[in-house]
């Protein structure tokens, strides 16, 4: 009995097993075993082990590199978890001034899109009246640099 359930919850997660491993595993595999090739782009490539690894490790630029990726990183991600927990622990409080807080942190998201919706309801009119106008000056233009300008404009 356990057998067969098991087999049929694996069914379930057959698409997503599958899912992730074309989209996730079988690159990140691919990838490794590249970086053992002396590839190019349009040739078979040799394999040469870790000695891309080697050359990486005594570049210089790489080191710098790297030393500049560690400063930034270190830089940036402790303040920003600073300010992410008190944000969220305000926005939890139980409290007259957390609700407005919330209110006031959300609308931004709620006002956005009703902002571009309207707007841009309000440019795409702006836009075809101009286009229509434009197009209007265009063909009275067109009509008065040609000889013939009563009989082919109606303006």
């Known amino acids: 009995m356990t057998s067969a359930r098991d087999w049929r919850g694996l069914l ?13 595993i079988f690159p990140l595999l691919r990838g490794m075993w590249i970086s053992l090739n002396q590839v190019d782009l349009f040739g078979a490539g040799r394999f040469v082990g870790v000695g891309n690894y080697v050359r990486l490790f005594h570049d210089p630029v790489f080191g710098t590199s790297l030393v500049n990726t560690l400063e930034v990183t270190l830089m940036i991600v402790p303040p920003l978890t600073i ?42 009119r702006l836009t075809r009246a101009c286009s229509a106008t434009s197009r209007t000056r265009s063909a009275r233009r067109r009509c008065r640099s040609s000889a013939t300008s009563i009989s082919c404009c109606p303006h």
């Open 12 to 24: 379930f997660v057959a698409p997503f097993l599958l899912l992730y491993s074309v989209i996730l």
């Open 83 to 124: 300010i992410a927990l008190a944000l969220a622990m305000a926005l939890n409080r139980a409290s007259r001034s957390a609700a407005l807080f919330r209110g006031i942190f959300f609308s931004s998201a709620v006002l956005s899109v009703t902002i571009v919706t309207w707007y841009g309801g309000s440019c795409s």
